[in-house]
């Protein structure tokens, strides 16, 4: 291949990448915006960032099969052209349903992009030290992709308006088909390659019913019919999903490989990634904005921490294993994560930002060992010869942590938050404090027929609203500790079990 078309190729996988990952980040500083313009509620905001992570986690599992059956380059360029008009409907969206609509298409998309840039890339470069260099970049690429969310997506809310967080996908979308079409080389196995449709069906039906069901208990509550019925179709799927992949031949997820109880607990903490690190920043925008009243551009900018450490912490995760392997860097990671998280329970809506801007680094620092020793983790875990099925796996799983993360979470938030309101509209003799502190929490509103001064109930708001975070922030801290310590204990397990002789007789 010509260097030309090497740097083409290079620059047009590092291009797609930057584009979905940046979907993950810039669209949380646009909640607010996004809920006001919509007139929507907490659980249609869930819906705008859960779709998406739906969607990918979902849809990741067949991806790898399919760009080995259909053509990697094929699928990859379908995928950011698919990106791309998800992207459109999403800025054109005037109901909470399209742009919905469009985030879902957009997670569909980058099920096919995220995962098929590894794999081009693999496919290009077959010496070792060149595909290290640039997979290297790629990972870095990702990470600027994440600092650069927020900000940016800050400035475009506050001086363009929120549909430019989609439409600025349009020029990077088009420059990267381009380039990927005359860099990229078609490549394809389709002996090797194997759908397992039933799998993705049934894998599609449960996260979706499950989400749906989370969603919905902060709506209606979690014995309304719907919910109900929903967490039975989520039961059920779930149940079935297993069955099916225990007979298939090449399952999506290959559920044998969890016998190994080292590599379910690294699973389990792939899972916790997403569950609490990844599903915070949902949670960190509605803070900010709507407890300590900052506006997109100052709430972008004070996110970075999380990022700038993230990033840092990442490029020395290298030289940090060769010295003590990945075990504990991974078991601190998720300590920090869990912690950090505790930590911003106690957070007020008169937080100064020196000490937001403390923990939001040390989560920072906690992801940025968690996510590189995790992956190591599972690739070390899992027979050579599946380690593609592994990547697999480990992502969607934390991908589908993400899901729920945000649907549960979001839920336990909301209920929280009008609870709190409830309380506070109680203690100034007003009717049907409840009917108004669900208005007030889930429209972010002052509801029409409330007697009270406007400064008082922004006060009284945004108490309710950093209570409802607490309590999100707590829950999510307390999955990270747990991750941290199942890996603790299975590590030691594991050491028993390959060293009988250290076992200690308590008879």
Known sequence: MPSTHRRGLVAAVYLGTFMATLAISIVTVALPAIQAALRTDLSGLQWVVGSYALCLSAFMLSAGPISDRY??????????????????????????????AGSALQGIAGALVIPGALSILTQAFTDPAQRAHVIGGWASFSAVSLILGPMLGGLLVDNVGWSSIFLINIPIGVLTIALGLRGITESADPDHAALDPAGQALSIVFLGALTYALINAGH???????TTIALAIAIAGLITFIAIELRAARPVLPVDLFRDRTFAAINFASFALGFSGYSSLFFFSLFLQQVQGLSATATGWRMAPV?????????????????????????VGYALLGGSMLAMALFTPGTPYSIVAVVFAILGIGMGLAVPSTGAAAMAAAPRERSGTASATMNALRQGGMTIGIALLGTLMSARAISSMTDYLSSTNTADTIGFATIAVRQHAMPAGLDMAPELFRSLLAEAIGQGFSLAVACAGAF??????????????TIRDRNPNLAVDRS
Not at 75 to 82: D, K, N, Q
Not at 220 to 226: Q, R, V, Y
Not at 311 to 317: C, E, G, Q, R
Not at 480 to 493: K, N, P, Y
């Open 71 to 100: 053509g990697r380059k094929r699928v990859w360029l379908i995928g950011v052209a698919l990106f791309s008009i998800g992207s459109v409907i999403s800025a054109a969206a005037s109901s909470l349903g399209i742009l919905i």
């Open 307 to 331: 990022f700038i450490a993230m990033a840092l912490t990442s490029s020395l995760f290298g030289k940090l294993s060769s010295w003590c392997g990945t075990r504990w860097p991974m078991i």
């Open 480 to 493: 990270g500790l747990l991750a941290s310590v199942i890996l603790v204990v299975t590590g030691q397990r």
């Open 220 to 226: 209606a509550g979690w014995t309304s019919l719907k």
